[in-house]
């Protein structure tokens, strides 16, 4: 049961470029999440999707796109990289019920802005 | 806006030691969760507290969360290497919402 995939694990970009991370889950969870943790700073939501074909910005999403095809996939887009995106980003899942939401974590992809 | 803090930033700790990491919020907590994070890895779940009063006990690690529902506390007894890496707690702070806000963490470093 490979859980939350997050693909690159690490990347660098140059100003400008831009890229898509990628984040696959196979436990069925309706609710998928970007974060992105910087030093000191805990980890801030970007995005997140409660099901195929609906997603809704969270408290950092300039700079960022998302889609949602699918139950499993939930890309992250970066158009136009900045430096102030380099940061590790975090894909999560989860199947909320009865007021409990647990979210599972990939294991992250570090991204550099140069 | 939601105020979290977690304290400390870090700590140090012997090993076989016990140690206490809090989690205090501005606002009522309506779910707190508590994650373990290790260096260049994804945050893996601890518990999960959400009445008042509430206390859970997982191995060698006790989360309570304040009969106020604006505090949690993390306690590991006799902390061993393995408990070492950053505590993060999130948190659900409106009725009827479920996005976690996550604190800065607490950095956990255990001597042998």
């Known amino acids: 049961n490979a859980g939350v995939t997050q693909t690159p694990k690490f990347r660098i970009l140059k100003i400008g470029q831009s890229m898509t991370l990628q984040c696959a889950q196979d436990?069925?969870?309706?609710?998928m999440y970007w974060y992105r943790q910087d030093p000191g700073m805990g980890l801030k939501l970007i995005y997140y999707?409660?099901?195929?074909?609906?997603?809704d910005k969270g408290e950092v999403p300039n700079g960022y796109n998302v889609s949602r095809s699918t139950t499993e996939d939930f890309p992250l887009r970066l158009e136009l990289a900045a430096p102030s995106q380099t940061s590790v980003y975090f894909c999560a899942s989860s199947f909320r019920s009865s007021g409990a939401n647990v979210l599972t974590f990939g294991a992250g992809s570090r991204l550099t802005v140069l | 806006s939601q105020e979290l803090e977690q304290s400390p930033q870090s700590l140090i700790v012997q090993e076989g030691k016990n140690l206490t990491i809090n989690c205090t919020s501005s606002k009522t907590l309506y779910g707190l969760y508590w994650y373990k994070q290790k260096y260049g890895e994804g945050l893996i779940f601890l518990m999960m507290?959400?009445?008042?009063?509430e206390e859970k006990s997982h191995e060698k690690i006790t989360a309570k969360l304040d009969e106020k529902k604006q505090q949690s506390s993390l306690h590991i007894t006799a902390s061993q290497p393995s408990h070492a890496g950053i505590y993060l707690c999130?948190?659900?702070?409106?009725?009827?919402?479920?996005?976690?806000?996550f604190g800065a963490g607490t950095t956990v470093t255990v001597r042998a």
């Open positions: 999130g948190v659900v702070s409106s009725a009827g919402d479920y996005k976690l806000s």
């Open positions: 507290l959400q009445k008042g009063g």
């Open positions: 999707s409660v099901g195929a074909g609906i997603t």
């Open positions: 436990m069925n969870h309706n609710y």
